[in-house]
């Protein structure tokens, strides 16, 4: 059963979140005897690519396409599907990001598969194919069967580590049919914050509510963040005055985040924002009130005053890396 | 120019809501939960009403569910939807619901269908993408900002770490989130006309069902927190070094 994964490329770099999409591909090829094609689409320079065939992929195919180094859903959708086609797949596996679960949409719709999307297991196959999703923003799973022959899989991070023991991939170019409908939008302008961890992809993610009272306060966050190698968030009436960008606003309305370990500074810990980081490994929080519903979700807490607290952590984070 | 848009909403339980499972874990208890508009949908119902308001707009919102949604389904009537279609049945799976809301597109001819970035029980993320398959037209998601000039839409669109700014013509399809527009909340003359708007009632049709549900999970319970000393905030360091083994 050949499996087809597509590939993110941000900025020229293959995203991580799509290397655990390769390797997931590559866990479930183990049991279906696969082979495990990547996909990837723009211009992007092939020695970039070197780490898709270590995580798992035995064939790169390349749409060489500068149009393509911009996100546009609709073509993306039509080489997608096309490599779904050509490459004789049947089962299309995506890394969960802003972009992918509509394309994946697109996709599914266009090649007759079943889609599940929010996936955070490898499928059970011992009686059909069964996958678990993760439902009502975190608080429950649900058990799906996918009855379709083909089938798309939008899968959430963590679910799989990335393997580094496969070896290089033959990179293969292939050519699409692209309609001109799939060219119709226009991107004017795109805003990216520089040098900056992606949110979605950090492994670590330090978060301030609106308990650190002003933007002005922010430097000993984005400190501690620096030190541990961390991306920076935020609860959102934080990100609605301002104080930071819309886009680090972390929960229901906002980012849903992941990572290994996510610290918590200043936020009561409403529902609303622990939507967004229920699935995370660790979730820390550090509050002066101790009664505040964070401590309750939390595996580790401080109660004390951020101010205090924060500048000795990043010390002690500095200590530790010495 | 008047518009035609479309506002797909679905009827979901509150944010606050306890979660849990009946009949062995296949269905979801709906003792004792508040029903709202999908907050995204929320989002995208709004931004309809402002349109309305500043430019001329006609408004239908759209629900796949049962009779129970309809409470839901005159909230945003209340809210300033002209009318309202509901297509009677579970909405069993996306590609289900996604094929009658192409359907009533189809019939509808709307210049715009707006939906939220996501339901916040499914979390699909996937329903405007595939209306918008169906009827051939650009979808767009998460869209953060909308804006008319004739046939022309202005979108702010979030990608991952920035928003990028695009043009498309009309028609499109778009899921909706903050900040497009702010929430709004029925007023008593809203409350009073949405009784007698009109809500049709539409069978749905048939589709072959790809996807099935199995079974319910709930994540296992949460440990205690462990408090570190806040005069000593290294030992928070050295646990989450040694014990938790994530740094
Ligand atoms: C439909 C809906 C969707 C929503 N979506 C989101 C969402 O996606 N994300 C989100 O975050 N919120 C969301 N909210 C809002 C949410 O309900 C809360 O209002 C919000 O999360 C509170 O943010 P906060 O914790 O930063 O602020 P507050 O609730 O004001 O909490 C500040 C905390 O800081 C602590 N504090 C104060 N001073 C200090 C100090 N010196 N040191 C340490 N601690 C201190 C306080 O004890 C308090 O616990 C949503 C709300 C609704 C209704
Ligand atoms: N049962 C439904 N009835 C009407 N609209 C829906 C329904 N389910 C989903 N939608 C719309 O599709 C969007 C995305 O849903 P989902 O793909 O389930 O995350 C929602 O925000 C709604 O706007």
Known sequence: MAILVFVEIADGIVKKSSLEAVSYGAELASNTSGPVTALVLGSVSEDKLEAVGKSGAEKILLVEDERLNQPLVSAYATAIAQAFEKSDSKTLILAKSALSDIVAAKVAVKTGAGIVTNVSSLPDLSNGFHVQRSIYTGKAFENVSVKSEKKVLGIRKNVVQIKEDGSSSVIEKLAVDFSDKDFTTNIEKTEK????????????????GRGLKGPENWGMIEELAKELG???????????????PHHEHV???????????????????????????????VLVAINKDPDAPFFKAADYGIVGDAFEVVPKLTEAVKALKN | MSIKILVCITHVPDTTSKISFTDSDTKFDKNGVQYIIGPYDDYALARAVEIKE????????????????????????AIGADEAIRVNAEPVDSFFVATQIAEVAKEGNYDMILMGRE?????????HGMVGEMLGLPSFSPVMKLELNGEEVSMTREIEGGKDHLKAKLPIVAGCQEPIAEWRIPNMRGIMTARTKPLNVKEPVSVEQHVKTEKFELPPPKGQCKLVDPEHPEELIKLLQNEAKVL
């Open chain 2, 119 to 127: 339901s916040i029980d499914f979390n699909s993320g996937v329903v």
């Open chain 1, 193 to 208: 914050a520089e040098g900056d961890i992606l949110l979605t992809e950090a492994e670590i993610v330090v978060s301030g």
């Open chain 2, 54 to 77: 500043s430019g001329g707009a006609s408004i239908t919102v759209l629900n796949v569910g049962l009779a129970e949604t309809e409470p839901t389904i005159r909230k945003a009537l």
């Open chain 1, 230 to 244: 961390a991306a920076t968030g935020c609860s959102k009436p934080v990100s609605d005055m301002e104080w930071r």
């Open chain 1, 251 to 281: 929960g229901q309305t906002g980012v849903k985040v992941s990572p290994n370990l996510y610290i918590a500074i200043g936020i009561s810990g409403a529902i609303q924002h622990l939507a967004g980081v229920n699935s995370s490994k």
